[in-house]
């Protein structure tokens, strides 16, 4: 599939802002199955300095100074992207099972951001949970395989949660989600990967896009109308990252679009940073992804 993305975001501020730093994360960084071109960054007013850089995860990052007093801000990114099927089935036989995937992530000797170690452990906004690693012990029995134990938790808490777009903010935590059973994308993902983690699992946060207008005869995907997230669970060496969106309970696939990849949301948080002044802010994002006909 191929999808020509168009992402605007509104700042307002509720007074004038003297001087704004910010990093923006909206261009996709490299991924397997993904061809990206014609990526395009339009901030107005224009920043008196940009810097683009990669990294410290699977992101890629532009950082802008805005010297000049304001009170509102545009950004609208534009990109294609060409996204190839996964070469997974649901049955894959080659998932190790939950007792040895913590070792052999351990074992491997890979450091990079794609490395799965890194992705063990706690992290800020996905710190350990008892509540969720007890709830999430039956779908995670050590000889089930890492493949079927996450479809069995990505159902689980599909089923559990309810969407709920009011319930929760960027800054919740899964263990406030978990206890609400109420939340958004980012809540969902968060959940899973702590309660992955808790058995051994490496689990780690992606953002990205999701298709706007499903094929004919499809359901839409909830989460379309702004940037989605879901989990990423490590499967072995043999197959690699699989992403897991318990939003929607299917895995990620020619409707999911990749831009980064970290420990949790705010690894990878589309837009964050801060600016001089007292005022409050207000946001609102507009996303659209369309299919690109040959």
Request: net charge negative; with cysteine.
């Amino acid at each position: 599939m191929r999808y020509r993305i168009h992402h605007t975001t509104s700042l307002r501020y509720d007074g004038v802002v003297r001087l704004a730093r910010l990093n923006l994360r909206l261009k996709p960084a490299a991924w397997p199955g993904q061809k990206m071109a014609q990526f395009a960054l339009k901030l107005d007013p224009p920043p008196a300095e940009i810097e683009e850089a990669d990294g410290p995860w699977i992101v890629h990052r532009h950082r802008v100074i805005l010297r000049e007093a304001l009170s509102k801000l545009s950004i609208e990114s534009r990109f294609e992207i060409e996204v190839d099927a996964p070469p997974l089935s649901p049955d894959d036989a080659e998932a190790p099972d939950i007792a040895s995937i913590r070792a052999a992530a351990l074992a491997l000797p890979d450091l990079s951001a794609m490395g799965p170690a890194s992705y063990l452990f706690a992290s800020p906004m996905a710190p350990p949970s008892a509540a969720i690693a007890q709830w999430a012990a039956p779908f995670l029995a050590p000889d089930k395989s890492v493949l079927a134990a996450g479809h069995a938790l990505m159902k689980a808490i599909h089923e559990s949660f309810a969407y709920d777009g009011t319930a929760t903010s960027v800054t919740t935590t899964a263990q406030d989600a978990f206890e609400q059973k109420r939340g958004v994308c980012q809540d969902f993902a968060h959940v899973m990967i702590v309660a992955a983690r808790a058995h051994g699992i490496p689990a780690a946060y992606v953002s990205g896009y999701l298709r706007t207008l499903p094929p004919p005869g499809q359901p839409r995907l909830v989460g379309a109308d702004a940037m989605h997230a879901w989990a990423a669970l490590w499967c072995g060496g043999e197959i690699g990252w699989v992403g897991f969106d318990p939003t929607n309970d299917v895995l990620a696939g020619t409707d999911h679009i990749f831009v980064a990849m970290g420990r949790d949301y705010a690894d990878i948080a589309p837009i964050d940073g801060v600016f001089l002044g007292g005022a409050g802010q207000n946001l609102a994002v507009s996303v659209d992804v369309e299919p690109v006909e040959d």
